[in-house]
């Protein structure tokens, strides 16, 4: 309840606050799904972002008309959205999600002459009587909470002012292991709650440039000493950032093989727009660059696909209950999208392609991306376009698909008596080093071939048994492949077997 409380008061006293008066034809940006062209005219400009699960979605456009004005500029506030209006020519072009949450974190108040005193004075009075109201309540909530959580909330600062309605504690005090230990159950997803989000963003430097790719770049970065990942999305790939925000803010995603998610911000940074993802930092990089320098025993070789297979099933298992968790399915698995730890156990990062699913409302959920996953790892199904896209199942049918690329990526690089193979690709020896759609689907859907498979393996007993889990992720008919669970059954079964074999010391 105290969540809510302060958000509502503050986009009250912001929508009630800000309009303009002013009348005229002229030229606006417009931005958002129901523009026809990147500028439209009318008597006002206006910008607005709209919360949906904390993540904030931004438009720009016209008014014409008092009623539209009316109704957009002076409108009954939502606790969801924050609109603001001016009457200059293309006077919304600089108003970004960044300037609209700054105001409404340190400027609740302003421009008040733009507004009638009669107007204003009840107005005013009555917000204060709400706040008053609204304020006991929060206390008579705050009371029932755990014992030693009230120690925990620090003084509020009014420059992290309070944008999603949550009192921020005092980040510079712990650190990012303190913060998520006392998040992660808060109901605020698998992260830190969205304020705190912004102002870890905003005390992080950057130190280097460590990996880059379709989306953008990803940089190591510090904050109060200790290593974060940074990914920079480019603006021409913001749906990517939305749908991973989304995704990673999932209640109850958090789990040891789901690469561990902090902060999510948009920034305006050398005057453009930057989209940061805030995650753990693992040195070890993606298993697709370690496995190019390192080649693993069986054991590690198997942990390091037992715990990927973890990952897998935590992603593709939906937990009930008011809390709960959707069941969500990658959509692009590779060895590029999981880094390995310290330990060598696996995590699995990058769900900006993910899809989500609930049973309660039997929603599936694809976002607004209209990306699809690497050519390299596509399923037949997908390769032949004839995969049922209104069925999650056959999203998770796809993860299984590529989960057996990774497991022969692994294999590969796995010592048998002393000989391993080169790092390779799988199809490397059938498909070009980037192939094409076409490449792809002659080779997997109409030759129906799979990566080569050493004969060193056969001799072997655990790869033997390695071979035979990965053919049965490979099968062409998607229904007949092994579930997440199955395989990481079998996974735990093959490790326990090598255990045993092992002589005493």
Request: glycine fraction near 6%; proline fraction near 4%.
């Amino acid at each position: 309840m105290g969540h809510c409380c302060t958000r509502v008061i503050f986009l009250l006293l912001l929508q009630a606050l800000r309009t303009l008066a002013e009348d005229g034809s002229i030229d606006c940006v417009c931005v958002g799904s129901d523009c026809m062209s990147q500028q439209c005219k009318g008597d006002h400009c206006y910008a607005s972002v709209t919360f949906s699960d904390d993540v904030p979605s931004f438009r720009r456009g016209c008014l014409i008309g008092p009623e539209s004005r009316h109704m957009t500029c002076l409108s009954s506030p939502s606790a969801k959205r924050a609109v603001e209006c001016c009457s200059q020519p293309m006077c919304n072009v600089n108003t970004s999600v960044e300037s609209l949450l700054h105001l409404l974190a340190t400027h609740p108040i302003e421009d008040t002459t733009h507004y009638r005193l009669e107007t204003l004075l009840p107005l005013v009075l009555g917000l204060f009587v709400v706040l008053a109201l609204l304020a006991t309540l929060a206390v008579m909530v705050c009371r029932r909470l755990r014992p030693g959580r009230l120690e925990r909330l620090h003084e509020f600062d009014p420059e992290q002012g309070a944008i999603d309605g949550l009192i921020a504690p005092n980040v510079g005090d712990g650190t990012l292991a303190d913060l998520l230990d006392q998040s992660c159950t808060s109901g605020s997803g698998s992260g830190l709650p969205f304020l705190v989000q912004r102002t870890v963003a905003r005390q992080i430097s950057l130190v280097e440039c460590v990996g880059k790719g379709r989306y953008g770049e990803v940089w190591r970065g510090q904050w109060q000493g200790e290593n974060v990942a940074v990914k920079i999305f480019s603006s021409r790939d913001e749906k990517s950032w939305f749908r991973e925000t989304e995704i990673y803010n999932t209640v109850l995603l958090r789990h040891e093989n789901i690469l561990g998610f902090m902060a999510s911000d948009m920034t305006s940074r050398n005057s453009s727009t930057q989209l940061w993802l805030i995650t753990h930092y693992h040195e070890n990089g993606s298993l697709y660059d370690y496995l190019q320098l390192v080649a693993v025993d069986m054991a590690d070789g198997l942990q390091m696909a037992a715990s990927v297979a973890s990952g897998l099933v935590h992603l593709h298992t939906e937990i009930f209950g008011t809390e709960g968790k959707p069941a969500i399915a990658h959509r692009d698995l590779k060895s590029k999208n999981i880094l390995v730890k310290k330990d060598l156990r696996c995590c699995i990062a990058d769900l900006g392609l993910a899809v989500t699913h609930s049973q309660a409302d039997n929603q599936l959920n694809v976002g607004n991306n209209p990306k699809v996953g690497t050519k390299r790892y596509m399923a037949p199904e997908v390769l032949d376009e004839s995969i049922q896209t209104d069925c999650f199942d056959a999203y998770k049918r796809v993860d299984i698909w590529a989960f057996g690329l990774v497991l022969w990526e692994i294999a590969r690089r796995t010592y048998s008596n002393g000989i391993v193979e080169d790092y390779k690709p799988p199809f490397y020896d059938l498909v070009p080093n980037d192939p094409s759609f076409e490449d792809m689907r002659k080779v997997v859907c109409v030759e129906q071939q799979r990566p080569f498979i050493p004969n060193r393996w056969f001799s072997d007993p655990t790869l033997s048994a390695l071979v035979k889990l990965m053919k049965e992720c490979w099968y062409q008919n998607p229904s007949a492949r092994l579930t997440a669970l199955r395989i990481k059954k079998t996974l735990d079964k093959i490790l326990s077997t090598l255990e045993k074999g092992k002589p005493d010391c």
